[in-house]
């Protein structure tokens, strides 16, 4: 097992390696640049060269690019142009944000998509499997932003069931620790303050999950109804083994296996992903910070943040590739 996994986080160096190569030049390909965020509009073309000298931006992009992986090496993503904090601050203070949101909406995801792609594969060709194939076609192709809008106006503008908007309600005492406000009010067992942050995670979560859940729920029956008709199943049925054993040992076991990479892909795709889902219920993660980012040219934090979301990404994918590996051991002499 330590040697696959050592193979893995090998293979990811270069991946990151290329990636932040590429993302470097698209920053420096990006119109305007710093010199044009920092300075006002009435700036004269000799201000802006003089901050383009002093900040190295004259210099040639081999030379840039080195300056850049030397900061990254200890740990330096630069300032915001925004705020005039380092990246890194930024960062640590958005993510528990959109990384609360994404949890929220994974657990939506998987707590409906499993159940309902087994039930559907179980009733293969009937009512219910149309029904269930059809549903998680029109969540595939519904934008996650139009949900978003739709969401808000019913349950929260019309009908008031959820809040609009924030993580929490505005005012609200609550004490903070790990940035997570869920598990904040919990740990410190400010139920209020918990609860409050809860039902702020309810509409959001379920538009960001809409496309994982559909993704989950016809991978789930493809796999089932993949696994349903191996000999090993009607053979362990023949057996008169129990039909909890069956579903367990033998075919949910098995038919997991796509769906584990699947949800780890995903995973990562909703850190990456929620920029329009924040922006709508302005929820303050890094998805909206990224979109203010592109907006006012904040090119450290674009560098900044997307190299630090595929870092994470790649981690992810190291974690489903163990997972993989615990549930088919086979995956480790590949």
């Known amino acids: 097992m330590l040697r696959f996994i050592v193979r893995r986080v090998l293979q990811a160096v270069p991946t990151l390696f290329g990636l932040s190569i590429l993302l470097f030049i698209w920053v420096r390909s990006l119109p305007g640049g710093p010199a044009y965020a920092l300075l006002p509009e009435n700036a004269t073309d000799g201000q802006r060269e003089a901050l383009r000298r002093a900040m190295g931006l004259d210099d040639p992009v081999i030379v840039q690019y080195g300056a850049f992986l030397g900061r990254l090496a200890r740990g330096d993503l630069g300032e915001s142009l925004q705020t005039g904090r380092p990246v890194m601050t930024e960062f640590a203070m958005k993510f528990p944000a959109t990384v609360e949101l994404a949890v929220m909406a994974m657990l939506i995801a998987v707590a409906v998509g499993v159940p309902l792609g087994y039930v559907a594969a179980r009733r293969h060709g009937g009512a219910l499997d149309a029904l269930v194939v059809g549903g998680s076609l029109v969540g595939i192709c519904t934008p996650v932003f139009f949900l978003a809008f739709v969401l808000k106006l019913i349950f929260a503008e019309q009908l008031g069931i959820f809040p609009s908007a924030f993580r929490q309600t505005p005012g609200i ?38 496309i994982p859940l559909a993704v989950i729920v016809r991978m789930t029956r493809a796999g089932v109804i993949e696994v349903l008709g191996e000999d090993y199943v009607r053979t362990a049925e023949a057996k008169g083994l129990h039909r909890r054993t069956v579903r367990g040992r033998h075919v949910l076991r098995n038919a997991m296996l796509p769906v584990v990479t699947a949800i780890g892909l995903l995973s990562g795709a909703l850190l990456a992903g929620a920029v329009l889902t924040e922006s709508v219920f302005a929820f303050g993660g890094i998805g909206q910070f990224i979109y203010s980012a592109t907006q006012t040219r904040d090119y450290p934090v674009l560098l900044g943040f997307i190299l630090i979301i595929a870092a994470i990404y790649v981690a992810i994918n190291l974690l489903v590739d163990i997972s993989y590996s615990l549930l088919d051991p086979r995956v480790r002499v590949r």
């Open 173 to 210: 005492d609550a004490t903070r620790i790990t940035g997570l406000f869920v598990v904040d009010g919990i740990a410190t067992r400010e139920w209020d303050a918990a609860w409050d942050a809860l039902m702020h995670l309810v509409l959001p979560g379920l538009a960001l999950s809409s």
